[in-house]
């Protein structure tokens, strides 16, 4: 499975920002797809995951009610809808899929929050 994945930049607090993942093979037939991220100095963390088979989402507190994911399956894509921007969200994120329950990454793409 390949990812690749776009939309990251520099934007300021309260801004918002789109990020996309395309993938190699079927949304469908992966388990799971979800976005992860590293700050500085800190672990990967997964912030935002859709079961694909109910549709069921979960998100991380520190972004629920502010990122949004959701996938098109006619595109093989995943994209992250970020709204009301911290600093705390710097970041890389990374795009990841579940295929029989194993993982496969995406490169990073780097979202930087600053005025």
């Known amino acids: 499975v390949q990812l690749q994945a776009s939309g990251g930049g520099l934007v300021q607090p309260g801004g918002s920002l789109r990020l996309s993942c395309v993938a190699s093979?079927?949304?469908?037939?992966?388990?799971?797809v979800a976005w992860y991220r590293q700050g500085p100095g800190s672990q990967r963390e997964s912030i935002a995951t859709?079961?694909?088979?109910?549709?069921?989402?979960v998100y991380v507190d520190s972004v629920k009610g502010r990122f949004t994911i959701s996938r098109d399956n006619a595109k093989n894509s995943v994209y992250l809808q970020m709204n009301n921007l911290k600093p705390d969200d710097t970041a890389v994120y990374y795009c990841?899929?579940?295929?029989?329950?194993?993982?496969?990454w995406g490169q990073g793409t780097l979202v930087t929050v600053s005025s």
């Open positions: 859709i079961f694909t088979a109910s549709g069921n989402t």
């Open positions: 990841n899929v579940l295929r029989n329950w194993k993982p496969y």
């Open positions: 093979g079927s949304i469908s037939s992966f388990n799971a």
